[in-house]
């Protein structure tokens, strides 16, 4: 398994190397990172999965994993999953990693993790300030179908995306 921290940090409990500490502190990974890279190694151990990252809010974790890697990572009939819904005490939704430099690549984000709920599409618009934010467009009638409190996955998708997203019912 390829992850944000060494082999070495991934087998063991407690602190990291100092190269890894030095990452912890800069904010080039967190927490949570460390704890969800050590629970999927756990899982998963020696797996072809490259587990990038894992982002947080409300009830609601998401981790984020290579391309292709969604299904090793939920593991058979979802057992996975599972256990790290215990774990870590809140729902988990793992998707894949996408590079985000144009809308649709933030639709395919919203798409993946406001499931059931639909995307009409996504914009960008500008502010007053010269700042820009994503509008992720989810039909009206869809408004109860979106997986959780619209703050949560706006500030998921936000933290995934590495840009300001809103969600508007149309
Ligand atoms: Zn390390």
Known sequence: MKAPICEVCLKTDGILCP????????????EL??????????LIGDSDVEFKKAVEAG?????VVGEGDVPLTIGKGGKNVKIL???LGKR?????AVEVRKPEDVKKIATD?????????VNVV?????????RILVPDRDRKKIPGRREVLESIISQIAG????????
């Open 19 to 30: 190269a890894d500490e030095k990452k912890l502190q800069e904010g080039i990974i967190s």
């Open 33 to 42: 990172d460390v704890k969800v890279a050590r629970l999927l190694y756990r």
């Open 59 to 63: 009830d609601l974790v998401v981790i």
């Open 85 to 87: 819904t215990r774990e």
């Open 92 to 96: 988990i939704r793992v998707i894949e």
């Open 113 to 121: 993790l406001l499931y059931p709920a639909g995307v009409f599409g």
């Open 126 to 134: 500008y502010k007053p300030s010269g700042d820009n934010y994503y």
């Open 163 to 170: 840009a300001e997203v809103r969600i508007n019912f149309i």
